[in-house]
């Protein structure tokens, strides 16, 4: 299991249009995901105090584009997809919305 951070309104246009095309796919080549001990540090980091945002649950083994582990620290790897997400590979998503203080835990 992988994570991905994104707004509901971005999650709502993938379902209109069948697939997960966020425009950060065309300016970084991939879409950025997290294994779960990694997602809170993610979202602390970007998205602290932001609302609206939904946590995709995604089955890496039904992802049709590639996926590639990389990062700066080999023991640190992030999981990268390169290419259009297909929703079939989706198993939820979860609203995540921050704490008063901003910042996020995993939802339950």
């Known amino acids: 299991m992988i ?6 309104n971005d999650w709502n246009k993938a379902l ?14 991939y879409i950025h995901c997290s294994k779960p001990s990694q997602i809170i540090g993610v979202a602390n980091h970007l998205f602290k105090g932001r609302e609206g945002l939904v946590l995709l649950v ?35 998503a979860l609203d995540f919305p921050p704490s008063r ?6 939802p339950e």
Not at 3 to 8: E, G, K
Not at 16 to 29: A, F, H, S, V
Not at 101 to 106: R, S
């Open 58 to 92: 995604i089955d890496q083994e039904k992802v049709n584009p590639e996926i590639k582990w990389e990062g700066e620290e080999q023991t640190n790897l992030y999981p990268h997809i390169y290419g259009p997400l297909n929703l079939s590979a989706v198993k939820n």
């Open 101 to 106: 203080d901003g910042t996020f835990e995993l």
């Open 16 to 29: 209109d249009y069948g697939e997960y095309n966020p425009k950060l796919l065309d300016t970084e080549g």
């Open 3 to 8: 994570l991905h951070i994104t707004s509901r």
